[in-house]
């Protein structure tokens, strides 16, 4: 299958903002290369600083490149949604109504259509109830899920989570990162950028980067225990090379491993070191 969004050799380059550096330009992202196929979890991790949030607004359609080139997603009526890291940033809408209706008045819909769309967004993610409440009101897992409404309202391909659920609560969160899942089994690609290694876990396919390169594109197990058939693993892996810890999982079988126990698969969650760990016995 072709992928549906592509970028080759993308770069971003911002004006330097400390003169006293010199006047120039800063490579915020450099030479990005990825595919993102309908119904992918792309899981992006990095440091602070390292250009994750800069390649969301480049792949949500919201920010401006260098050079390189960006095809063939893109295509003029087809908006990516983007849920941010702060709730508060992205409300447009004074009521939940409002709200989720707010990205259909650039679509030439019928009326009924677009409420039939909204309505049907909001029951998606468990919002009906709230339909009439200002967004004002919503805790901040609810304006999370309001905003994955929008983008699926919208009918949108893609829906770029940076750093989504950083703010919410466990229960918040497991909610938004359940209702990211469900719409890759629709075919809505997702990219989702993280700090939480634990989260990466369940990825399709994930990226690293650091200092604007990418420096890992593969698996996530791959990012986690390095190169296969190690038997005793000298270099670092490339969680390790960027100063993250891995998933306690990981870590717990990376010690068993180093202990001698021989496993014949490479764990991720608690239930796949669990069936790894029985496996040996
Ligand atoms: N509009 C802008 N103008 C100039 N420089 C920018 C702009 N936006 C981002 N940068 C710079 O680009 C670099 C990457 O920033 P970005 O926010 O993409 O990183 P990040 O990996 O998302 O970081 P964090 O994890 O802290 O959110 C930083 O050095 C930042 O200062």
Known sequence: MEPEFELRGLSVEYEKADQAEGAGTETVLQ???LQIRPGQWLGVAGPNGSGKSTLGLVLAGLSGYSSGIREP???EGRRIGMVMQNPESQIVGETVW???????????LETAERKARAAAALERVGLTAKKEEKVERLSGGQKQLLAIAGSLAAGSPMIVFDEATAMLDPVSRER????????TQEGTAVVWITQWMEELA????????EKGRVIYSGTPSGFFYGKE???????KTPCEQLGFTAPYPVR????L?????????RPLTVEEAVRAVEAIR
């Open 98 to 108: 409002e709200d989720v209706c707010f990205g259909l008045e650039w679509l030439e």
């Open 73 to 75: 997603g893109w295509t």
């Open 229 to 235: 058939d190690e038997d005793a693993p000298s270099e």
């Open 31 to 33: 030479s990005i290369d």
């Open 202 to 209: 369940g990825s399709g396919a994930m990226l690293a980067l």
């Open 257 to 265: 491993m180093r202990q001698g126990f021989r496993l014949s698969s």
């Open 176 to 183: 938004v990162w359940k209702a990211a899942k469900d719409l």
């Open 252 to 255: 717990l079988v990376q010690e």
